[in-house]
């Protein structure tokens, strides 16, 4: 297929839509600014929302051979949660004209909006009628998901729950729960892992994980499938741990790519990288964490480190300049930069954050890393 776009009015789940495209290997864009449109669509593999969702017989003829995903909800809940989202997100200059495009105004109008919701889903529906299988229906808010989703693109259903973004929490899989949200003295951290062909560093990585004392926590794992994955699912079932989240990714991907589906898959109010083959204190995310919300700054690095060379037994102390040890990130996740999707290169970390004024550092830890 050439690209993926997201055609659903917004407050149908398009947010939830974009994180599920990510983890399918589709790097998406959401309401990218209007100057910037035409780079995100040379960037992207996907487009969800506005301008999508007024322009898709555009891109239709653009792009041949691209997919259609038309999110929807009833009309009721729908105008409810305008409404209430226009009252409490006044109209900003880039995205004034987006507005004014699909509904002809910059304020929340009952009328107007339920007039918009109709004629959209009839023209979409009368565009694609001879073309079903470019169009797919999906209603996130009713508990839709992977099993429409994942198929329709062609990829495999992945094992952990479906996206719900705007809700701060996931669909439960079938037979699980939901995980545990609003412990705002503990706020959830999603310890992020990226492996190839190396098992036995990644159950290193696992028990150095399962050892921390923060206790709202997760670990994320994306494999590469660019190495053998025939150990994973093994290697997972055996771990057994229902704080534990994983995948193969759905195709050969870049790291870059492979750390934004690990982001996406997140359900954390904070992200920290959790490389694996590297060895943490047990207080690591707490000391790090503590010293974050204290700041209130906006991400967290170790300004120390340990390096250990096993051959020679040499111990030493590194210290790393501003802001820190890359691989130490720690970041509320709504403000994590987009990694580049291409080859990682060492130092891109640190170059995404080099900018940022609200950064914490924490010194004389090195023990931590």
């Known amino acids: 297929m050439n690209r993926v776009f997201g055609i659903g009015l917004t407050r149908t789940g398009t947010t939830s839509l974009r994180a599920a495209l990510e983890i399918l290997g589709f790097p998406s864009a959401h309401w990218p600014p209007p100057d910037r449109l035409e780079k995100t669509l040379g960037q992207f593999a996907g487009l969800v929302d506005m301008p999508a969702t007024t322009r898709y017989r555009e891109l239709d003829r653009r792009f041949p051979g691209s997919r259609f995903i038309l999110t929807r909800r009833s009309v009721g809940p729908w105008l409810d949660s305008c409404r209430r989202w226009f009252e409490t997100h006044p109209p900003s200059a880039a995205r004034n004209p987006y507005r004014l495009e699909l509904y002809g105004r910059e304020d929340f109008e009952t009328a107007t909006f339920t007039r918009v919701y109709r004629e959209h889903h009839a023209g979409v529906e009368e565009y694609f009628r001879d073309r079903p299988g470019d169009l797919l229906t999906l209603d996130v808010c009713a508990g839709e998901g992977w099993e429409k989703l994942a198929p329709f693109l062609g990829a495999g259903i992945p094992g952990f729950p479906f996206p719900n973004a705007n809700r701060n929490r996931v669909l439960p899989a079938p037979g699980t729960a939901p995980a545990a949200t609003g412990d705002p003295e503990h706020p959830k951290i999603s310890c992020l892992t990226i492996t190839r062909d190396r098992p036995a560093l990644l159950r290193q990585a696992v028990e150095h994980y399962a050892r921390q004392s923060w206790p709202n926590r997760e670990l994320v ?24 989240r994983w995948m193969v990714s759905p195709m050969a991907a870049p790291l870059g790519t492979l750390r934004n589906m690990s982001v996406a898959m997140a359900t954390g109010e904070y992200v920290c990288t959790w490389d694996d083959d590297d060895w943490y204190h047990p207080r690591r995310l707490e000391r790090q964490m503590r ?21 020679t037994g040499d111990l030493f102390v590194t210290t790393w300049p501003s802001p820190g040890l890359p691989a130490s ?10 990694f580049p999707e291409d080859e990682l290169q060492r130092g891109t970390v640190r170059h995404l954050f080099a900018g940022w004024k609200a ?3 924490l010194q004389g830890h090195p023990y931590l890393y």
């Open 221 to 244: 794992v994306v494999v590469d499938s660019r190495g053998d994955t025939t150990w994973a699912r093994p290697f997972f079932q055996e771990l057994g741990r229902p704080d534990l």
């Open 291 to 311: 010293g974050l919300l204290e700041s209130g700054a906006r991400a967290s690095f170790l300004g120390e480190g340990l390096h250990y060379f096993a051959d």
């Open 329 to 338: 990130m720690l970041c509320r996740k709504s403000r994590v930069p987009r």
């Open 359 to 361: 950064v914490h550092v």
